[in-house]
């Protein structure tokens, strides 16, 4: 299963439906979220990491 759909999964297990995808990038309200492999460990994680797009938050500050 890819990363792309575990993220999906994850957003819709948590209720939100007011989510798409640019590209893998994960937009939910205007925010940007990178999605990466995650590798805790924790008996729980469904090994995907969602990280707010740092490059928008870049674009920002300037």
Do not use: H, W
Not at 35 to 58: F, N, Q
Request: aromatic share 4%; hydrophobic share 35%.
């Amino acid at each position: 299963m890819s990363l792309k759909v575990r993220a999906q999964e994850k957003v819709e297990r948590a209720g939100i439906s007011n989510y798409s995808f640019d590209q893998d990038v994960l937009v939910m309200c205007g925010v940007r979220y990178t999605i990466s492999a995650c590798d805790c460990g924790e008996p729980d994680c469904d090994g995907v990491r969602l990280e707010k797009d740092a490059t928008v938050i870049g674009r920002i500050l300037q």
